[in-house]
């Protein structure tokens, strides 16, 4: 199809233009010369980088289709020209058309939102909506005349091209104004697209064309729109609040429409104001926006407010049926962020003779703060209450008079004052009785707006309402406001009691604790697993907002699950305020950068229990500091021990071991300063990468339960419990509980736990669904050294056995009895974790400055490996890291089941082999598939695609038994020069063969012995 179109003129813009196949074209050509118009404003914020125009698409032919979007990078040095015309030809034939006006700074497949948009912007708009005049008619109003002017099918949009740029908090703020100003639509949010010009509008039949009119190009002075914020030119304006909809019946909206004056009722009923008076704008935009102002001042609430605005027996419901539910709702939580912005804080009241004697009064009466007013100060209060009331009421008459309007705001705000004398919970009863109930007066209707009793509730808590609590800590602070908060309860039983209690609560909170948190980003909300309450007095009862101890510590003041979870989400929206604290919960090192190497610890901070921490710092006395103070370590289960300088030789004597010779690939003492290492590990979590799983391996009788429950005392102060986990669901359980995993006796495991193991090992992060709920999750951050006690060593995957730390254990070394030997444990505690203490010191004071690279080996525990090679220089000793941690690595090798298989299977091969074949010279050379034949018997029955899996499984498993092989004296390899046969491995057995069967057969040993008689 010919995609050619001809220029659409404005006196031409009601022309349809029909082309190939019936379809109405775009005309390029205008929307060309509005994108580079666009684009040329915008281009300079993108500077020396880089932002994204976004283009959205919707078939206005579909009821509630949905809107695609799509964006263009562009970067400062590209032309206007080049990016309209790609911009141009990403229109689709068939579609509405909009563009973002302000660039995104991010790139998003969908509509971006408003944190994907740029922060500044040197274009802003109005949209005024179902109109067919001129932009001329709003010229009186706006500060300057728009540089260009969009009609858009149905209405008008003007944009206006700043001579330098404005924060979008700005901006907005700005085209709010304007949008009151002039009656336009509501569609100041920054992440607003708006139809493009030279692209059809569908929502009609016929299709009309929108059309571009170019007034002037000459940017406008950004100074004059900024006039228009006042002082408040350099703030930024909170985002509105959400409202929370519900189902309403048919008599709550009855009753809100009884309380509305009859201009308003009718207009809602019809969608048409009966008595606009002065109002030049009579859109659907502007009737609903009136109709919101009205509803709200008569108090009716948000979500009865919507239910009657997208109820289609009213004639107002016209908007929203066309813009949709989402809209109405932004309308709403944007009327009452601007009532909120211009609510009067404060003012200050002065008026004639009635009102000064209550001024006089109110200068001369108690302080209003105080909580236990005398019964005639309440009763002069009500008094006054009453008298403002009834002249309230006299007044609403003389609504249109400036005078009385003037007067009527101020006698509203000389009641909120006298109302706060009176205690909370007799404010609505009290004030309520002074009006007849059945006469929905304009008193009665404002004392039942929300943002009354809203300014009553600030008011009250403006100052420190807990100033007058008797002394006490904040068990007694707790107590008050418990009883306080039930009192309010058991009066009011509505949403002001709520707030109140929220609020009441919070301050309670500020008095018996602080606040902080541990996420150090400055962008984007705080998550509520970051923040912490850490109550006066008591260190160790800090909690996390989101979790358990916190929402049962608030129902502890008596506020029930709704409130507290409410609460708790105010806590979190205001927790960019919050102290920040470093965060130990998977660290128990606080690294720091430094010269010539990455990851230098600064200071360590040890759990002491009961809240207390010890913190290191090189060539500085150990020192004590509380939890939440610099550093917040979540609950690790240590109980309380003390710190004594100078201990000596109980660490030794915890940690040392006795191996089995045949099974074990370490000597005693290298074996002993490994578990050593690994105990003081426990202390500096985090300075690994992978944290060494601890297998205890043995026969039955050997101690292993007994070395396993020894290192939990001495670490935490307490024993293991007697049924020890054994599924994925009780280890996460145990984890968010304790700083030590113990699993004894553990001779196989299910894949599911195998995968938790491997990610302890790791610390990676857990999460599962709550019990009993099908929303929300558990999630586990895991600061837990594990220890595993079995017989067996074959029980574990490889990639999670090159994470163990396998001790084969020989007969015990002490000679106590099991409970002997643990409460030796118990009583030397302090000394031991003391000892420890002081040798971490050592290795901090040692380790700085110098380069970790020295230590790297090839292991997948040498984030580990460098650690206590570290200490064993700062201790004097000399690990030959080779030999240990090849040692080690054949150890894990071999507690792998599929290799320790394969090995078994080439063993059992090799024999068969040299009977019956006798190779020379002790040598078999074949491919990888053919080794696969030789040793799966099953693998001729293979299909092809499954057999060649089969062999590129060998050849893994030669890769991974190679060492393990070589220890035996078998040499597994490939040839040096690459084979036309593909891959080949080639095993030399000689060693192997003449160390385990000829010199076992003839009794003399060595590779020189007798050769093999026939």
């Not at 107002?316 to 709702?329: A, N, W, Y």
């Not at 804080?345 to 000064?356: K, L, P, R």
């Not at 009176?422 to 209707?445: N, Q």
């Not at 609020?503 to 400055?522: C, I, P």
Request: aromatic share 8%.
């Amino acid at each position: 199809m010919n995609m050619d179109v001809l220029a659409v003129s404005l006196d031409e813009e009601q022309t349809i233009s029909r082309q190939q196949g019936g379809e109405f074209l775009p005309n390029l050509e205008v929307a060309r010369t509005f994108l580079r118009k666009l684009v040329a404003a915008q281009l300079p914020l993108a500077g020396d980088g880089a932002l994204y125009f976004e283009l959205a698409f919707r078939d206005e032919t579909q009821k509630n289709a949905g809107l695609k979007a799509s964006m263009a990078r562009v970067a400062g040095g590209d032309s206007p020209e080049g990016v309209a015309d790609t911009l141009a030809r990403m229109i689709p034939s068939n579609k509405a058309a909009y563009i973002g006006i302000v660039p995104r700074s991010k790139y998003s497949p969908s509509h971006a939102t408003k944190d994907q948009v740029h922060t500044r912007t040197r274009v802003l708009w109005l949209d005024i909506d179902d109109f067919s005049g001129s932009w001329q008619d709003f010229a009186e109003k706006l500060p300057a005349s728009p540089n260009w002017v969009t009609h858009s099918g149905h209405g008008l949009h003007l944009y206006f091209h700043l001579d330098k740029p404005v924060f979008i908090e700005q901006a907005e703020s700005i085209m709010r104004e304007l949008a009151e100003r002039i009656g336009a639509d509501h569609t100041f949010d920054r992440a607003r697209v708006l139809r493009i010009p030279g692209t059809w509008n569908r929502k009609s039949e016929p299709p009309v064309l929108a059309t571009l009119e170019e007034v002037d190009d000459t940017p406008r002075p950004a100074d004059v729109f900024l006039a228009l914020l006042g002082d408040q030119e350099t703030t930024t304006v909170a985002p509105p609040e959400e409202i929370e909809l519900r189902e309403v019946s048919e008599e709550e909206i009855e009753e809100a429409l009884d309380v509305l004056p009859w201009r308003i009722r009718k207009l809602i009923e019809t969608g048409e104001d009966p008595e606009p008076g002065e109002r030049k704008d009579d859109s659907r935009s502007a009737n609903q926006y009136t109709a919101i102002v009205h509803m709200l001042d008569a108090g009716i609430e948000p979500a009865v407010i919507y239910a009657i605005l997208s109820d289609p027996s009213f004639g107002i419901s016209e908007r929203t049926k066309e813009r949709g539910p989402q809209v109405l709702k932004r309308d709403i939580e944007r009327a009452l962020a601007k009532r909120a912005a211009r609510e009067p804080q404060g003012a200050d009241v002065s008026f004639e003779h009635t009102i000064a004697l209550w001024e006089k009064w109110l200068a001369k009466s108690p302080d209003p703060h105080r909580w236990a007013a005398s019964q005639a100060f309440q009763r002069r209060a009500k008094k006054a209450c009453g008298q403002i009331i009834r002249e309230l009421d006299r007044l609403s008459s003389m609504r249109k008079m400036p005078a009385a309007k003037s007067e009527i705001a101020r006698l509203q705000q000389l009641l909120t004052r006298i109302a706060v004398f009176l205690p909370i919970t007799e404010i609505r009863s009290a004030l309520l009785a002074l009006v007849d109930p059945l006469d929905p007066t304009p008193s009665r209707s404002y004392l039942r707006a929300s943002e009354w009793w809203e300014a009553v509730v600030r008011q009250k808590l403006s100052n420190d309402l807990l100033e007058h609590i008797p002394e006490g800590d904040s068990d007694d602070i707790q107590r008050f406001a418990r009883d306080e908060i039930a009192d309010v309860r058991a009066c009011i039983s509505n949403i002001w009691a709520e707030q109140y209690a929220k609020l009441f609560a919070l301050r309670a909170l500020g008095k018996m604790g602080e606040f902080f948190r541990t996420d150090e980003r400055t962008q984007g909300t705080v998550p509520a697993r970051a923040v912490y309450f850490r109550p006066h007095g008591h260190p160790e009862s800090i909690e996390s907002i989101s979790s358990d101890g916190f929402e049962s510590f608030l129902r502890d003041l008596n506020l029930p699950k709704a409130w507290a979870q409410d609460l708790t989400n105010s806590i979190q929206q205001q927790a960019r305020s919050f102290r920040v604290v470093q965060e130990g919960r998977i660290s128990r090192v606080v690294l720091g950068a430094g010269p010539g190497h990455s990851m230098e610890p600064k200071a360590i901070f040890i759990d002491m229990g009961d809240g207390k921490l010890l913190k290191l710092e090189p060539g500085q006395k150990p020192m004590y500091v509380e939890n939440g103070e610099e550093v917040f370590l979540a609950p690790s289960g240590m109980h309380m021990w003390k710190y004594k300088p100078g201990c000596r030789g109980k660490l030794d004597q915890l940690c040392r071991v006795h191996l089995d010779e045949e099974s074990a690939e370490l000597s005693d003492d290298e074996a002993s300063f490994l578990l050593k290492a690994w105990f003081v590990g426990n202390l500096v979590r985090g300075y690994f990468g992978v944290r060494p799983l601890l297998h205890i391996v043995g026969p039955e009788g050997q101690g292993k339960s007994t070395l396993a429950t020894r290192l939990f005392l001495a670490l935490l102060g307490d024993r293991p419990p007697a049924n020890p986990p054994s599924d994925a669901k009780e280890v996460m359980a145990s984890c968010a509980h304790r700083g030590f995993l113990f699993l004894d006796n553990l001779e196989s495991a299910s894949g599911e736990l195998v995968d938790t193991l491997d990610r302890l090992a790791y610390s990676e992060k857990m999460a599962a669904r709550q019990f009993y709920t099908n929303t929300g999750e558990i999630v586990v951050a895991p600061d837990v050294f594990v220890v595993i006690t079995s017989i067996s060593t074959s029980w574990v995957r490889k990639d999670l056995a090159n994470r163990i730390l396998p001790i084969h254990l020989g007969p015990m070394t002490w000679s106590d009895t099991f409970e002997e030997s643990l409460r030796w444990a118990r009583r030397n505690r302090d000394e031991i974790l003391s000892e420890a203490v002081d040798l971490l010191a050592e290795w901090l004071a040692y380790i700085q400055g110098r380069d970790r690279r020295q230590y790297k080996i090839g292991h997948r525990l040498s984030p580990f490996a460098e650690f206590a090679h570290a200490l064993a220089e700062v201790c004097g000793q000399q690990l030959n890291k080779e030999k240990v941690w090849t040692n080690i690595k054949i150890g894990q090798v071999q507690m792998a089941t599929s290799v320790r298989q394969f090995i078994d299977m080439l063993l059992d091969y090799i024999e068969r082999a040299h009977t019956k074949n006798r190779p020379e010279p002790y040598r078999f050379e074949m491919q990888t598939s053919e080794w696969a034949g030789e040793l799966d018997p099953d693998y001729h029955k293979l299909s092809t695609e499954e057999q060649h899996k089969a062999a590129t499984k060998i050849g893994k498993l030669f890769k991974d038994s190679a060492e393990a092989l070589a220890k035996m004296g078998i040499r597994v390899g490939q040839p040096e020069k690459r084979t036309s046969r593909g891959a080949v491995w080639i095993v030399d057995y000689q060693n192997w063969w003449w160390e385990t069967k000829v010199s076992k057969d003839s009794g003399e040993g060595g590779l020189f012995g007798p050769t093999e008689q026939k």
